[in-house]
């Protein structure tokens, strides 16, 4: 028996840069990227689709997308603003169904079997989506409808921009055989090349291989994405699904030897973290620093904590001894992310044998409270009204 295409995907056009021309109508029809000043070794975080019609893209390095496109509106990143415009949209998905699955600010998952009785089938819902979204935010989103999730992102990329693809379940071959293989989730550049070296360079070739054949070549990974060549994903939509982890690092506009100096970017970087894992109910145990030098050499240092935190001062603490332990040299690139993690409401393991001071579970939760009220603080009057005293200066 088939399956009904009950899974959306809504993924949207260009999402920073769309944001801001949609904020500033001198913008609209002109090449717009979004992200870091081209002489601090910035990268781009979004492009407008005119400006992919000279080569730009997301990650290309600010100064190289100035050279490719001399016309650029290169603006820098407002993430306040596009989380603000992220969570108009997402509400949108929920008054649809309660099963959405965000993937970033940008795309999100959802399953609407069920929901027939109350907005129509799953192409009535992904329509109506698309148009409440135009007419509340004033931005245009790309939707796939399919049985699966995997089918139904496909789906969404292949008439970009401003799209809206179903996939019903007699289409999967005739819509995804076609198709390279590098569209496969889980495929990237080095298996892609293995691909390619075996004479397989479409979907359906590597659908018409054998499967232990392909197991044999590629192991475990062979097996999900055989599977993804047929259609064939059994994946849930998880409106519950957790980051893996979260982190900030920065490219310095010139390589930093000053250890002091670096000392209060980790800072710095630790406050943001923390204040971003709280605003989502998140803490974590597992912390890692990340350098990179001046040559491009990069290293990490990891430490996993007893207990789960998100408190700035202990995710500084552990992230200062962390870099007692990189090699002195100029650096142009520092950062820190936090891993393992979970939600706050988890309940904490305490421990059988006598804890260090300031570790306890007690103390975090009476630092915790205190930190709830500058949170208010900090969401009312701006992130730069509490501060730790070392970073008062920086911020200046």
């Known amino acids: 028996m088939s399956v009904a295409p009950g899974i959306i995907h809504v993924d949207m056009d260009a999402f920073f840069a769309a944001v801001e021309m949609r904020d500033e109508p001198r913008l609209r029809g002109l090449p717009v990227a979004v992200g870091g000043r081209a ?15 000279f080569g730009v893209h997301s990650a290309q390095p600010s100064a190289r997308a100035l050279e490719l496109c001399p016309e650029l509106k290169l603006l820098a990143p407002n993430f306040d603003k596009y989380t603000a415009e992220s969570q108009r949209i997402m509400e949108i998905f929920r008054r649809y169904t309660p ?27 992904g329509r109506s989506i698309k148009r409440d979204i135009l007419r509340e935010t004033g931005l245009i989103a790309s939707v796939g409808v399919a049985p699966s999730k995997f089918l139904a992102k496909l789906a969404s990329d292949l008439d970009k921009p401003d799209g809206f693809r179903v996939i019903e379940p007699g289409q999967i071959r005739s819509v995804i055989d076609p198709l390279p293989v590098e569209k496969i989730f889980g495929v990237g550049e080095r298996t892609a090349k293995r ?33 993804l060549a047929h259609g064939v994903d059994s994946r849930r939509v998880n409106p519950r699904r957790v980051e893996k982890s979260h982190g900030m690092e920065r490219t310095f506009p010139e390589d930093i030897t000053e250890r002091e100096e670096l000392k209060l970017a980790l800072r710095e970087f630790s406050e943001e973290v923390s204040y971003d894992l709280r605003s989502r109910g998140l803490r974590g145990r597992t912390i890692t620093v990340k350098a990179r030098y001046w040559n491009f050499k990069t290293i990490t240092r990891t430490r996993t904590l007893e207990y789960p935190t998100n408190l700035g001062g202990r995710i500084y603490s552990t992230a200062r001894d962390l870099f007692e332990r990189v090699p002195a040299g100029p650096l142009r690139l520092l950062g820190i992310s936090i891993a393992n993690l979970e939600d706050v409401r988890t309940p904490t ?4 044998f006598e804890e260090e001071p300031g570790q306890e579970p007690e103390a ?33």
């Open 39 to 53: 002489d601090s070794r910035g990268v781009i975080s979004a492009a407008s689709y005119e400006a992919r019609k």
């Open 99 to 125: 099963l959405v699955e965000p993937l970033s600010l940008d795309e999100a998952f959802m399953d609407v079997q069920g929901c027939e009785r109350l907005f129509g089938n799953s192409v009535e819902i």
């Open 195 to 227: 691909l390619h070296s075996l004479g397989v360079r479409t979907v359906g070739q590597l659908a018409a291989r054998e499967r232990d054949e392909v197991l044999r070549e590629f192991g475990a990974s062979g097996a999900w994405i055989y599977d």
């Open 349 to 352: 393991q305490k421990s059988l």
């Open 364 to 396: 975090d939760a009476r630092l915790g409270r205190a930190m709830a009220g500058l949170d208010s603080l900090s969401a009312k009057y701006g992130r730069r009204v509490a501060l730790p005293a070392s970073l008062v200066q920086r911020s200046r």
